[in-house]
């Protein structure tokens, strides 16, 4: 079992830029692929970013391409999310997901842990 824990989020204006952090407890956190899904209103859930047990892969949406990126440090359980040049169609709730595999896991169906979610709201 993984337990997931979402922070960071918040209130921002176009152009500007956040943080999200993930924390993990139970299982060994590098036994785990981690990725980063959202959620907007009416939408369903879409992956943003993920990286790999060791966080030497990594994969990206393509609107998350150049301006987010994803990190995480085993030695603290911690995963993050740094996103700049945030545009109001980033605005969602964001969701930190633990995969079974190892690997970068691109698809909501292959995680079997997630978080609560933290809400991003970009203004224009």
């Known amino acids: 079992q993984v337990q997931l824990v979402e922070s960071g989020g918040g209130l921002v204006q176009a152009g500007g830029s956040l943080r999200l952090s993930c924390a993990a407890s139970?299982?060994?956190?590098?036994?785990?692929?981690m990725g980063w899904f959202r959620q907007a209103p009416g939408k369903e859930r879409e992956f943003v970013a993920a990286?790999?047990?060791?966080?030497?892969?990594?994969n990206y949406a393509d609107p998350a391409k150049g301006r987010f990126t994803i990190t995480r440090g085993n030695a603290k359980n911690t995963m993050s999310l740094q996103m700049n040049s945030l545009k109001p169609e980033d605005t969602a709730s964001y969701y930190c997901?633990?995969?079974?595999?190892?690997?970068?896991?691109?698809?909501?169906?292959?995680?079997?842990?997630w978080g609560q979610g933290t809400q991003v709201t970009v203004s224009s």
């Open positions: 990286i790999n047990w060791s966080g030497e892969d990594t």
């Open positions: 139970g299982d060994t956190f590098s036994n785990h692929g």
């Open positions: 997901a633990a995969s079974l595999y190892t690997i970068v896991v691109v698809t909501t169906d292959f995680y079997d842990y």
